[in-house]
RNA sequence: UGGGGUGUCGCCAAGUGGUAAGGCACCGGGUUUUGAUCCCGGCAUUCGCAGGUUCGAAUCCUGCCACCCCAGCCA
């Protein structure tokens, strides 16, 4: 099933094979996937989500799928839906799903803990005072005049903040650590602060919400957590991490394992530009096509299985890494080049009048549905006097090596007859307008008893039974390969969506196929929304 | 001269002291009723740079250089 799948190994699976050995893993691997529900899971989330579900998979583990929801003010019950629907979709099970949310009281209870420890303490700076005594990178900063509050006065406090008394800002909680610590996240962070705001699970149970750097640790280890991994920003907030759990009274302390994020080319990876994309009307949704989102992808077509091959082609390391968009395809291509059934449509169509075959009359042929694979079938193909050929697939004066239809010469009709081209006709304007041609009975596909040698072989429609349908074909969304956060509108493609209409074959539409390979142009998928409209995923290889 | 990371072919990536895997891309050639697929073959005397240790170094040591991340009451 997964036999395309690459034999992965990389420093993470080799980190737990080795935890494994040593026996130090009580409860075997325990992984989550803790995405925060403020937004759509896109391409580089897939690769987390293929990090952690397969390592637990392989290691016979399991993998919680934990909502990272900590700040009521970004999240919402959309994206929660959004994302697990995106996780089935990849082909990954939880075993659980939590929600940080979950152990809002423990947590509270244990920053309770730390402030009567002397640990923690209540402080009432503005953010912009906070700020300023924060230091800089190289200017260590200076205590809150709060941090020598009476441990009772900040139970008081914190007490009161959780009753709802104070407005937004007026007090937090901070660790007490080292306000003279090169690591910034050292000096004193906050771990609480006030919203008056409802969250999506909690409602309004709560007006003080932990932040992130107290929540994920402490989640990790009441889940047991045996590797927690992430992303390469937050190395510097592991000694953090660990400060945490070796000041509150949990016994379990997971590690924490960064691994680089995903960059690929031609797109962008954050939420927030991927939102302005979205709000700014650059794109149709997040689901758009040409979004990296795992449901724009969806929606282009593309497979999860190309999708999971993908991610284990790009390995796992602490390298930064921008992919080439052409791995992507080629696994795109890889998986539909085996799986998809041919069809042929025509995007640019031009006529051709079959002179010699009378009107009216119609030779049956028959096309497997795939070359390699003869159990998907055949289907019929009709063939009469009015056909659609494609625009390029005609040249009056063709280069050498030109293999398609010239002044004279033959062509085979895909899975039909040999035809020669006798005679091209122009309209006033002098356009191209119509192809007369010759076919020769003889040279039916699969017995041909003609002897004619054809230049090449093109796809093709009869006139009468093709369906008109809507074709999108997606080119990339930026013109510059890294499109840099600070102006990347202005290198956003404004062409990216090309539509047309196209002449189809009738048994495509007829069988509701919905990944299909157009044959000579490249796949397409059947928007699912949209009515007799082809979404391009990937175009074939051009191997000239 | 704040701290934390990373540097192996155009893009990824193995390699963990014994003499540079693999994939994508690219370039040749073969098959082919998709200029597709498929099949063969080619593609780093060299591992950011400079020294050093060693019989032997991409792997150890020293010093440089480049790039990325961190100053949210975001995650």
Request: hydrophobic fraction near 35%; aromatic fraction near 10%; charge should be negative.
């Amino acid at each position: 099933m997964e036999s395309m799948a690459v034999e992965k190994t990389d420093f993470i699976r080799q980190r737990i094979q080795k935890d494994l050995d040593q026996g130090v893993l009580d409860s075997g691997v325990i992984t989550r996937f803790p995405p925060e529900p403020n937004g759509y899971l896109h391409i580089g989330h897939a690769k987390s989500i293929c990090l952690n579900f397969g390592v637990a998979k392989e290691f016979g583990g399991k993998t919680f799928l934990r909502f990272d929801d900590t700040n009521p003010l970004k999240e919402s019950e959309e994206y929660v839906a959004a994302i697990q629907a995106d996780i089935e979709w990849l082909g990954f099970q939880w075993s659980d799903i939590t929600f940080a949310s979950n152990h809002f009281e423990e947590i509270y209870q244990y920053a309770v803990d730390l402030i009567s420890e002397g640990k923690a303490y209540v402080c009432s700076l503005s953010p912009e005072e906070i700020r300023v005594t924060r230091g800089t990178l190289k200017e260590p900063g200076v205590d809150s005049p709060f941090r020598a509050r009476p441990v009772a006065e900040s139970i008081d406090l914190f007490k009161r903040m959780r009753g709802g008394e104070f407005k937004e800002g007026e007090h937090v909680v901070r660790l007490k650590i080292d306000m003279g610590s090169p690591n910034i996240n050292l000096r004193d962070p906050v771990i609480y602060r006030i919203i008056h705001a409802s969250h999506h699970k909690t409602g309004d149970d709560w007006c003080i919400y932990p932040m992130y750097d107290f929540t994920h640790c402490i989640c990790d280890a009441l889940e047991g957590i045996s590797h927690s991994l992430c992303t390469l920003e937050f190395e510097d907030h592991r000694p953090l991490y660990d400060w945490v759990l070796d000041n509150i009274s949990v016994n379990y302390h997971p590690p924490q394992i960064e691994f680089s994020r995903l960059g690929l080319e031609y797109t962008v990876m954050s939420k927030r530009l991927l939102n302005r994309l979205v709000d700014e009307e650059f794109v149709d949704g997040w689901n758009d096509p040409r979004m990296p989102t795992v449901s724009g992808l969806k929606r282009r077509g593309v497979p999860a299985r190309a999708i999971r091959d993908f991610c284990a082609r790009i390995g796992v390391t602490k390298q930064e890494n921008t992919i080439e968009m052409n791995l992507l395809e080629f696994c795109i291509r890889a998986d539909l080049e085996k799986t998809a059934p041919r069809g042929m449509c025509v995007i640019d169509p031009l006529k051709v009048v079959v002179t010699n075959l009378p009107e009216n009359e119609i030779e049956k042929l028959s096309a497997d549905w795939h070359p390699q694979n003869p159990e998907l079938g055949a289907r019929e193909i009709l063939f009469g006097r009015d056909l659609y050929i494609e625009k390029g697939d005609f040249l009056e004066e063709p280069p050498a090596k030109f293999k398609r239809l010239t002044p004279g010469g033959m062509v085979r009709l895909r899975y039909g007859f040999i035809i020669r081209c006798d005679e091209a006709i122009y309209d006033d304007s002098g356009a191209l307008t119509q192809l007369n041609c010759t076919y020769f009975p003889e040279s039916r596909s699969g017995q041909d008893k003609s002897g004619l040698k054809a230049r090449g072989v093109i796809h093709w429609v009869e006139a009468n039974s093709c369906e008109l349908v809507s074709v999108r074909q997606y080119g990339r969304l930026f013109n510059v390969p890294m499109p840099k956060s600070a102006d990347f509108v202005d290198h956003i493609d404004k062409n990216s969506l090309t539509e047309s209409q196209g002449l189809l074959e009738k048994a495509v539409m007829e069988n509701e196929i919905d990944r299909i390979q157009f044959e000579r142009i490249g796949y397409f998928y059947r928007d699912p929304d949209l009515p007799r409209t082809y979404n391009k995923t990937v175009s074939l290889r051009e191997g000239f």
